[in-house]
């Protein structure tokens, strides 16, 4: 974790100075009772990446001053369920910064129900910078930046399919541990690059590009359950998943599907096949990373060290 916060630092540090003193470094080694079984005396917030920028995912861990049976936050007019993980004592939560969020200093609203059923509250302040983001032209088939009319229709289904799609997720937790690459290739472009197509049409990407080859298998990032596996029009044959938390991840432009919708995955295994299908230049693989309708930097995501 990146950064970490203890406001009586200063007081604990003094505290184990004074055992020193006492009873030297030996009465240390010796096993001493830790507060491990405890609670923390004050909210201890540790998040990832340590620098926040605009459309950087964010893994934020909690250990509040008191046992509890929920946890919830707010986050950029989100809401993010945080949930419990035994072994570290504290509470996982996924969140992100949209990429059209503006520099600038975000509060984050922790709100925990103790087990006797009383409300216990925290807020911290974070600091968010400006990603540095770069710019490319790009030419794709004419189909794809002046759609005809039937064309458009498919197009206007599709959103109706996504739409219904991404209402479906659970705020469950499904992930688990660090998020794997979907393959292991070069990465041909980044996330968050503007993009000129044909000259004309203007997009942020928003997602991360993969050098692959058609037929390279392509595995799932993390655990979760296949929200959907069809053909689209724009992203090809498209696999999305649902990794609990308001967090999915979408694999484009495939040659071959190897799961149905319905289907729970674990990290790594094999949902489809690499291709070129839809709007691509070429075969690659396109990942993108989905949050509570915001889309993230895969980069970022794929580099939190997850305990
Ligand atoms: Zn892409």
Redesign the pocket.
């Known amino acids: 974790m990146a950064h970490f916060e203890r406001k009586n630092r200063r007081p604990l540090a003094l505290l184990l100075l004074t055992i020193v003193m006492l009873f030297g470094f030996q009465g240390l080694a010796a096993p001493v009772p830790t507060s491990s079984t405890k609670a923390p005396k004050s909210w201890r917030i540790q998040w990832q990446p340590e620098r926040l920028v605009n459309g950087s995912p964010l893994l934020f861990e909690v250990a509040p001053p008191a046992k509890l049976t929920a946890l919830s936050a707010k986050w950029l007019e989100h809401q993010i369920s945080l949930s419990y993980d035994a072994t570290r004592k504290s509470w996982f939560g996924i969140a992100g910064v949209s990429l059209e969020t503006r520099p600038g200093n975000y509060v984050l609203e922790l709100k925990g129900t103790t087990a006797r059923g009383s409300e216990i509250s925290f807020t911290r302040k974070f600091s968010v910078g400006a990603g540095k983001y770069p710019s490319v032209a790009v030419t794709v088939a004419k189909k794809f930046t002046e759609p005809s009319q039937e064309q458009l229709e498919r197009i206007k289904q599709d959103k109706t399919v996504k739409q219904d799609v991404f209402s479906h997720t659970t705020t469950e937790r499904e992930w688990a541990g660090k998020f794997r690459p979907p393959v292991d290739a070069r990465i041909s ?1 980044v996330f968050g690059t503007r993009r000129t197509f044909n000259g004309k049409v203007q997009s942020m ?1 928003q ?3 993969y050098a692959v080859p058609q037929g390279t298998a392509v595995s799932a990032v993390n655990a979760g359950t296949v929200l959907l596996a069809s053909p689209l029009y724009f992203e090809g044959n498209c696999v999305v998943l649902d990794h609990g938390q308001g967090l999915l991840t979408l694999y ?1 432009h495939l040659s071959g599907l190897k799961v149905k919708a319905g289907q729970r995955v674990e990290a790594g295994e094999e949902i489809g096949v690499s291709g070129g299908t839809g709007r691509a230049t070429g075969p ?1 693989l ?1 990942l993108a990373v989905r949050w509570q309708g915001v889309y993230l930097n895969p980069a970022t995501l794929l580099s939190l060290k997850v305990p």
Do not use: S
């Open positions: 472009d990407h997602g991360l590009d484009l690659h396109h």
